[in-house]
């Protein structure tokens, strides 16, 4: 928490969609833990499903997506070292420690045997691509971590869970995105678990998505599908986490039980960006 109350703190300031933070306080006898206040940002979240009463037209639901993205470029934009962020990562290296330290995350939090794991395990070390340029990263950046204007959905007013924020590589933000993006044609099992709102008329498909962001950064996104593939492995990763966890005991939501066919199918998904090479 204290980290993340450092980050917003000079953060705001050059980013105004990061929430403004007003005071951390560190003594557990308050709350049971440490935390920090800031100021409330009043709009709309949008989760997995749509609610009734939100029906975008497809010109809206477009405008909305170039929101999200041109919202992400303009934090790849911040100048981290004037807002005074320059010890929050080290850029360099960053891709091969991230690929590195999730496989080993897997690794440690195994209890399945997935054939896939070791492949694209493999293909990942193998068809690292250089880095390009450094940035301020989000690092979880997708639909429900945005708060949007309610008078105007298409108008991107907070971003939030700013826990993981580093310094590295922009195309990994770019690819966690593409990783909770669902495409119309996407199999049963990638849908079912992800947000229905990137499949609503007029919204960007992935390839779309990555050319709005490549047109406005004149970014090279040659090797897009290798962290579209590494970011499906991370999410796969993390729901393993989470259920090693339930398996042991140390949560009890009952909803964990079912996680592992959300592995496999996120698994799949990664496999098929490392063999096709395509989003």
């Known amino acids: 928490m204290s980290r993340e109350f450092r980050v917003l703190a000079k ?15 560190e003594d557990e006898s308050v709350l049971g833990a440490p935390f920090y206040v800031m100021q409330p940002i009043h709009g709309v979240i949008l989760r997995k499903n749509l609610p009734p009463e939100i ?6 639901a477009r405008q909305l997506n170039e929101s999200l993205i041109d919202n992400l470029i303009r934090l790849h934009q911040v100048d981290y070292a004037a807002a005074g962020l320059s010890d929050l990562g080290k850029p360099e290296g960053y ?3 991230q690929v590195r330290g999730w496989i ?8 399945h045997d997935y054939p896939e794991v070791e492949k694209i395990s493999a293909w990942l070390q193998q068809n690292m691509p250089a880095t390009q340029s450094a940035s301020l990263l989000h690092n979880d950046y997708k639909f429900d971590n945005v708060v949007l204007d309610p008078g105007d959905l298409t108008k991107i007013i907070g971003v939030l869970d700013w826990e993981m924020a ?7 933000d770019l690819g966690t ?6 495409d119309p044609g996407d199999p049963p099992e990638i849908k079912q678990n992800l947000a229905d709102i990137t499949t609503q008329p007029g919204s ?9 962001y490549a047109d406005k950064t004149n970014c090279d996104t040659t090797h897009i599908p290798f962290y579209l593939a590494f970011a ?16 042991q005991g140390l949560t009890h939501d009952p909803r964990f039980a079912a996680l592992p066919v959300r592995v496999s199918a996120l698994l799949h998904a990664a496999q098929s960006a490392t063999q096709t090479s395509q989003i």
Request: hydrophobic share 40%.
């Open 204 to 212: 960007f498909t992935r390839s779309e998505l990555v050319q709005h």
């Open 55 to 60: 029906n975008f037209a497809p010109e809206k």
């Open 232 to 247: 499906r492995f991370k999410l796969a990763a993390i729901v393993q986490q989470i259920f090693y966890r339930y398996q």
């Open 95 to 97: 891709l091969a420690r």
């Open 104 to 111: 080993e995350r897997y690794h440690n939090s195994k209890t």
């Open 11 to 25: 953060l705001h300031a050059v980013y105004p969609p990061a929430p403004e933070v007003l005071a951390f306080c």
């Open 177 to 182: 995105t593409l990783a909770y993006w669902v």
């Open 166 to 172: 580093t310094l590295g590589d922009p195309l990994t």
